[in-house]
């Protein structure tokens, strides 16, 4: 004989249970299959001093004088951060966004007055590591770059080392990528510009006498200079050749004459040439190049510029910055409608970069 199941007040309470648990697993079931995949956390309107250790101070936009920089703090762009001897520190631009500050580095934190999702990193010397999340700037719109006094270092959500030191007369900035890929340009439009790769490292040498000079010491790149009309031209470096650019104004104040040099790997000139153009709209137009070594392009604080050249002369160690970008991630490299003059040596290359500059603020 077939049981009735009778439901009594405890019955029912247990029946009416179990219902509402089946429509809560529900619901979190559909709930979960609509939810979008992560996107990259976008920049904070303020940057904090996270990980501290040893030495670490800094100097605010409406402060006078260097502070004690402050664990877990929030602080505004246009911040100086330097760190002391055997010291570190990490700047966090948003989750997964890190600017690591090594031993005896000093940097600005700036924000673009144009374009407030650029970031610049102003690396007066020492050394920095910049990691980015691989699909940030695609996401979000927000870009990141690493400028010394011979270069700017482009971020395309990568992990790269940027090292800023002065020997001697000689300002360098070398740049090695890790993962994914770095933009570098030179400070002046047009100079020249290219893309790196992992596992590339290029110097950015600048001497007293305005010479630059541009050497790859691993790795294979295409970088973008002037050719003898003033049209870009790709020159493929192999590790262990470089470029030499010296550029002046003409006597008489209105044309910028480029001397260009191109070294194989024995050192030796393969090719030299000169470009000579008029001075453009916004530039020096008379007597000499007056931007100095240490001394930012566009216009600050006096009294910013003077803390950074104060202290990357009397410092001397050095400072390097490094960015990644995950595999997988790296955007297509287009090479130019340009011509193209490969230096002779081992190892093999990749496509250069498209002739746009990177963003300024």
Request: charged residues 20%; aromatic residues 4%; contains cysteine.
């Amino acid at each position: 004989m077939a049981q009735c199941r009778v439901r009594g007040a405890t019955g029912e309470e247990e029946f009416l249970m179990n219902m509402r648990m089946s429509f809560m697993i529900a619901v979190c079931v559909t709930v979960c299959c609509v939810v979008p995949a992560t996107k990259a956390a976008p920049f904070e309107p303020l940057f904090r001093i996270t990980s501290i250790s040893g030495e670490c101070s800094v100097k605010t936009p409406d402060s006078e004088q260097f502070k004690n920089a402050e664990d877990g703090r929030a602080y505004p762009y246009g911040t100086m951060v330097k760190t002391g001897r055997k010291s570190s520190a990490v700047i966090v631009f948003s989750e997964g966004n890190t600017c690591r500050l090594l031993a005896d580095a000093m940097v600005t934190i700036a924000e673009g007055v144009k374009d407030p999702k650029l970031k610049t990193i102003k690396l007066a010397t020492g050394r920095v590591e910049v990691e980015l999340e691989p699909e940030h700037h695609k996401t979000n719109g927000d870009s990141l770059n690493v400028e010394t006094a011979t270069a700017i270092c482009g971020a395309i959500g990568c992990k790269f080392t940027v090292v800023f030191t002065v020997e001697g007369e000689l300002q360098i900035t070398t740049v090695s990528v890790e993962d994914g890929q770095v933009k570098i340009t030179g400070l002046q439009a047009g100079l020249f510009e290219g893309i790196l790769d992992s596992p590339d490292t290029m110097s950015i040498a600048m001497g007293s006498d305005k010479f630059i000079r541009l050497r790859l010491s691993k790795g294979a790149t295409g970088l973008i200079v002037q050719d003898s009309e003033g049209n870009p031209r790709t020159i493929d470096l192999k590790a262990g050749s470089s470029i030499k650019i010296w550029r002046r104004l003409s006597e008489n104040g209105k044309d910028w004459v480029t001397v260009i040099m191109i070294l194989g790997t024995d050192d030796q000139p393969i090719e030299t040439y000169t470009v000579v153009q008029p001075v453009g709209e916004g530039e020096q137009p008379t007597g000499e190049q007056t931007q100095k070594p240490g001394e930012q392009q566009q216009g600050a604080e006096e009294q910013e510029e003077m803390d950074l050249r104060q202290f990357a002369t009397t410092t001397t160690t050095t400072t390097t910055t490094t960015t990644t970008i995950p595999p997988g991630t790296q955007p297509t490299i287009r090479p130019p409608v340009t011509p193209t003059t490969t230096i002779p040596s081992g190892g093999g290359g990749h496509h250069p970069p498209s002739p746009t500059p990177v963003g300024r603020r």
